[in-house]
T-cell receptor, first 114, second 112 residues
Framework: DAGVIQSPRHEVTEMGQEVTLRCKPI?????LFWYRQTMMRGLELLIY????????DSGMPEDRFSAKMPNASFSTLKIQPSEPRDSAVYFC????????????FGSGTRLTVV | GENVEQHPSTLSVQEGDSAVIKCTYS??????FPWYKQELGKRPQLIID?????GEKKDQRIAVTLNKTAKHFSLHITETQPEDSAVYFC???????????FGQGTELSVKP
């Protein structure tokens, strides 16, 4: 298995632009998580899905952030409009039930908003 | 909701010494406690985990202990090596909840 696949690896965008981050979970994993990592705030859980359904989005910072999971093999995290304070590394992770058995993280997307 | 506190934020040891990282959690219902290692520029990777029905678990040079009464758990690395240098994260999860809540991380530096 190729593991959790995220794209792009790096994204540099101008303030105000729309950014879309993509994630392909490991086949058979029915939990998918989006995390944001910064030096100041560590690893923050933004949202997670179970069987493609959003379960908890309480970590999504504000309405500029949205996430979807149209099928079991694909999820997106969108930021519109982007702001410099959104600059961070965004990780996607997936797990097999029971979800607490340990995540597998993707390689992350390093987002820079200038 | 669950909150996980991790200490220290940085730790420097000499090669061959032991390193201990401690975490406390707030929700007594939490029942799963993994530890992740993140090397610079890489993804977090699971190195060891423990469930609430176990008090200690070992895997070669690393071990984790859990004190449910005090709601804290610790990572112990013995005979540290330079390649152990990384950021270590603890986490906690509640039954059926699915999500992991992470501590703030400990940057471990092992000096040769």
């Amino acid at each position: 298995d190729a593991g959790v696949i995220q794209s792009p690896r790096h994204e540099v965008t101008e303030m105000g632009q729309e950014v879309t981050l993509r994630c392909k979970p490991i086949s058979g994993h029915d939990y998918l998580f989006w995390y944001r990592q910064t030096m100041m705030r560590g690893l923050e859980l933004l949202i997670y899905f179970n069987n493609n359904v959003p379960i908890d989005d309480s970590g999504m910072p504000e309405d500029r952030f949205s996430a979807k999971m149209p099928n079991a093999s694909f999820s997106t995290l969108k930021i519109q409009p982007s702001e410099p304070r959104d600059s961070a590394v965004y990780f996607c992770a997936s797990s097999f039930p029971p979800a607490a058995a340990g995540y597998t993280f993707g390689s992350g997307t390093r987002l820079t908003v200038v | 909701g669950e909150n996980v506190e991790q200490h220290p934020s940085t730790l420097s040891v000499q090669e061959g010494d032991s390193a201990v990282i401690k975490c406390t959690y707030s929700d007594s219902a939490s029942n799963y406690f993994p530890w992740y290692k993140q090397e610079l520029g890489k993804r977090p990777q699971l190195i060891i985990d423990i469930r609430s029905n176990v008090g200690e678990k070992k895997d070669q040079r690393i071990a984790v202990t859990l004190n449910k009464t005090a709601k804290h758990f610790s990572l112990h690395i013995t005979e540290t090596q330079p390649e152990d240098s990384a950021v270590y994260f603890c986490a906690a999860s509640m039954p059926g909840g699915g999500k992991l809540i992470f501590g703030q991380g400990t940057e471990l530096s092992v000096k040769p």
